[in-house]
């Protein structure tokens, strides 16, 4: 992929031509403080759009809407995001708010109906305070800019749990073009397989048709946002949208050729890294651990042993204690519900077994020591039943984590 | 069920006739300590026995012998069993030595070869250390005997974790008899739906045939040991094993009448109470939670909802933090998979109202944190969806369960 730059030092959706934004503070959270809690994604340029959104039943309004709007109509001008409030579990209150904030943000922006997605993330099953709502995007709309610090602000802006923001952006040429995808997100708790308390937005300058915008992104979920998992809660409010601005004045028009598959790499590389950074930034975790399972009956097979060992309490605590502890991992590989033979078991922690053909190697105890201790390391799983295979990024479970969630 | 006498003052199987025990101290942990770790369960009488197994793929060898020897034969005589060290994950070496214990224990209490079960419990990965479980076998065999002394002892040497004693006998009358059950078990960690890191075994001094005997074991367990999780974790050993030695003289032939009902009550009532007290002393837990769905689609549906609630780390976080996060449920229970429809969710915590028709009571927000502040509690769902229903028996999840799992 050296045709991608991809570039961390990241301001985020602003680096991508025509692309706006802004974040600022309204108080969501009620408690007196000018943390900022509102973010406004623009684009004067109309964009088409995808999304991938929460499987949980128990879904938040503003998902329930931007599914709508993905259904209805194409030219997209954007998204209004609120951190502090889920807008989840209150009823019918809640479309009637998601519709809201919409509304004003359109207005304000002088924008078509149903153009605005609306996001939120929080505490659920509490009204949003809909009074400082209004005035927080009164005061957003004044400040939409294409600039960096205002970029980063709604970067921060969309922020919880997280200790740090999130943002990426990656360049590729094409012919004499140079176009842009990038990213931000935000993620720490209630992070898990299919889709994570996450919410992800990415903007590029190349102009796609919907269809295709989506086959893209849909091509890119399996491998990053559904691949990491923190506590292995499914969220009410997870979602996902791409924006396409058109701004480079270049159409892509068929998923094929050079171009499609550039684009998919780069979306690819935006959702990897911005799952990276979900799972790095983990509540209260001290470890990253890279789940490499092999050799599976299918594919299913290798990402149900890889979430079965991602959320262990009793292999999630082992890894907190740097403990090699391989039997917590075998034993939970074999409750995991996939066909395997134990005495075929291939495991090791980084490059150095610890079974081989479900026998120990004893005498590599003192370096599987020196790997857990790592900050991040790699676990491999070969159950040599098949060609099946699956990467999971998890985390360990700390004392912090539990202390953190026993109240909000 | 006022025929049966159910007394948690009970020393454990030596509570029925013609059962002797043992339990001694032989260092399996290479501590130098004296805890007790090996006990024996005998009966000079042949038995015939029930078992049910962890469904783990990664099995330990004692259960895989468990398993071939209920299919063999039917005269049993008892069970070896020990702690602090799983017997698991050790290759064709586990093999050997559980077959070692077994006729260690046979030749020292002059029965036939097979007659003995072999359970293990504790550290996967690690072989027994045979010189010290040898000459362990060899002084419980010298001191097995019908008292409630070493029964106690026995119940006490197959403690992990645990930190109490689980007990529990059962008497129930029929015309001119008196019948006990009575059964002693170990939990602690790995406790999860379809069985426990937990060994369970239970005796009674009727006789009946094998398949009676495991068609009443069988119907017992679903609301038992598979109706409870501590932290979502399956273990490699799980084993329940019940022994019917026939010592009352009464042989029970068909799974029909009232002798069978009273029995199956019986078996129910022990099973439950075991599976109670293994929960109750989760490793570190403060508080037990009965969760109790209803409405569902399907009883399956009822028993993915209350095992997703029941193993949501964020869930069980804030009932360690006693707070009252009905959001947390309700995204947990949509998370599982299940058909419902939110808008029709009623959820309370004990009898007080949470949601009605998925609409806050949130006048009762004050009473909600009374409930959650208690050491046990219930937590109702009601789907709206169907007749299927699940009880599931819960714990919190606490700092000292991280602290504690760390390393072993």
């Given at each position: 992929m050296e045709h991608l730059t991809i570039s961390d030092d990241s301001s985020g959706?602003?680096?991508?031509?025509?692309f706006a934004l802004a974040g600022v503070a309204c108080d969501i959270r009620g408690q007196g403080t000018d943390r900022l809690d509102l973010a406004v994604v623009f684009s004067a340029s109309p964009c088409t759009a995808a999304g991938v959104f929460t499987r949980n039943v128990v879904k938040a309004a503003p998902v329930t809407l931007c599914r709508e709007l993905l259904e209805r109509t194409s030219d997209f001008h954007g998204i209004i995001a609120n951190s502090g409030n889920a807008n989840a579990c209150v009823g019918s209150q809640g479309m009637t708010d998601a519709k809201t904030m919409a509304k004003l943000v359109e207005q304000g922006l002088g924008v078509p109906t149903g153009s605005m997605f609306v996001c939120s993330t929080g505490r659920i099953g509490r009204p949003l305070p809909m009074d400082r709502v209004e005035a927080g995007i009164k005061k957003a709309v004044a400040c939409v800019e294409s600039t960096p610090e205002q970029s980063e602000r709604a970067a921060d802006a969309i922020l919880t749990s997280d200790t740090r923001r999130k943002t990426i952006t990656v360049r590729f040429r094409h012919e004499h073009n140079v176009f842009t995808v990038a990213g931000m997100a935000k993620g720490a708790g209630m992070i898990e397989p299919n889709m994570a308390t996450m919410l992800a937005f990415v903007a590029t300058d190349l102009a796609a048709p919907s269809s295709l915008l989506q086959g893209v992104l849909d091509q890119s979920v399996p491998g990053s946002y559904n691949a990491i998992t923190v506590d292995g809660d499914m969220s009410t409010n997870d979602t996902v949208l791409v924006l396409a601005n058109g701004k480079s004045g270049v159409r892509l028009e068929k998923p094929s050729g050079g171009l499609y598959l550039k684009f998919c790499q780069a979306v690819r590389a935006v959702n990897n890294s911005l799952a990276e950074k979900i799972v790095s930034d983990?509540?209260?975790?001290?470890k990253v651990v890279e789940l490499i399972i092999t050799g599976a009956l299918t594919d299913e097979d290798a990402g149900k042993v890889a979430r079965s060992i991602g959320n262990s309490l009793l292999v999630k605590s082992s890894w907190y204690g740097e403990d090699p502890n391989w039997g917590r991992l075998a034993s939970s590989a074999g409750a995991a519900g996939a066909t395997f033979d134990p005495d075929k078991l291939n495991l090791s922690y980084g490059d150095i077994p610890v079974l081989v053909n479900g026998v120990r190697q004893e005498e590599n105890a003192a370096r599987w020591k020196e790997i857990v201790r790592r900050g991040r390391f790699t676990v491999r799983i070969d159950l040599?039943?098949?060609d099946g295979e699956f990467r999971l990024l998890a985390t360990d479970l700390t004392e912090g984590y539990v202390n953190f969630n026993r109240s909000e």
């Amino acid at each position: 992929m050296e045709h991608l730059t991809i570039s961390d030092d990241s301001s985020g959706l602003a680096d991508v031509p025509g692309f706006a934004l802004a974040g600022v503070a309204c108080d969501i959270r009620g408690q007196g403080t000018d943390r900022l809690d509102l973010a406004v994604v623009f684009s004067a340029s109309p964009c088409t759009a995808a999304g991938v959104f929460t499987r949980n039943v128990v879904k938040a309004a503003p998902v329930t809407l931007c599914r709508e709007l993905l259904e209805r109509t194409s030219d997209f001008h954007g998204i209004i995001a609120n951190s502090g409030n889920a807008n989840a579990c209150v009823g019918s209150q809640g479309m009637t708010d998601a519709k809201t904030m919409a509304k004003l943000v359109e207005q304000g922006l002088g924008v078509p109906t149903g153009s605005m997605f609306v996001c939120s993330t929080g505490r659920i099953g509490r009204p949003l305070p809909m009074d400082r709502v209004e005035a927080g995007i009164k005061k957003a709309v004044a400040c939409v800019e294409s600039t960096p610090e205002q970029s980063e602000r709604a970067a921060d802006a969309i922020l919880t749990s997280d200790t740090r923001r999130k943002t990426i952006t990656v360049r590729f040429r094409h012919e004499h073009n140079v176009f842009t995808v990038a990213g931000m997100a935000k993620g720490a708790g209630m992070i898990e397989p299919n889709m994570a308390t996450m919410l992800a937005f990415v903007a590029t300058d190349l102009a796609a048709p919907s269809s295709l915008l989506q086959g893209v992104l849909d091509q890119s979920v399996p491998g990053s946002y559904n691949a990491i998992t923190v506590d292995g809660d499914m969220s009410t409010n997870d979602t996902v949208l791409v924006l396409a601005n058109g701004k480079s004045g270049v159409r892509l028009e068929k998923p094929s050729g050079g171009l499609y598959l550039k684009f998919c790499q780069a979306v690819r590389a935006v959702n990897n890294s911005l799952a990276e950074k979900i799972v790095s930034d983990g509540e209260k975790i001290t470890k990253v651990v890279e789940l490499i399972i092999t050799g599976a009956l299918t594919d299913e097979d290798a990402g149900k042993v890889a979430r079965s060992i991602g959320n262990s309490l009793l292999v999630k605590s082992s890894w907190y204690g740097e403990d090699p502890n391989w039997g917590r991992l075998a034993s939970s590989a074999g409750a995991a519900g996939a066909t395997f033979d134990p005495d075929k078991l291939n495991l090791s922690y980084g490059d150095i077994p610890v079974l081989v053909n479900g026998v120990r190697q004893e005498e590599n105890a003192a370096r599987w020591k020196e790997i857990v201790r790592r900050g991040r390391f790699t676990v491999r799983i070969d159950l040599q039943a098949g060609d099946g295979e699956f990467r999971l990024l998890a985390t360990d479970l700390t004392e912090g984590y539990v202390n953190f969630n026993r109240s909000e």
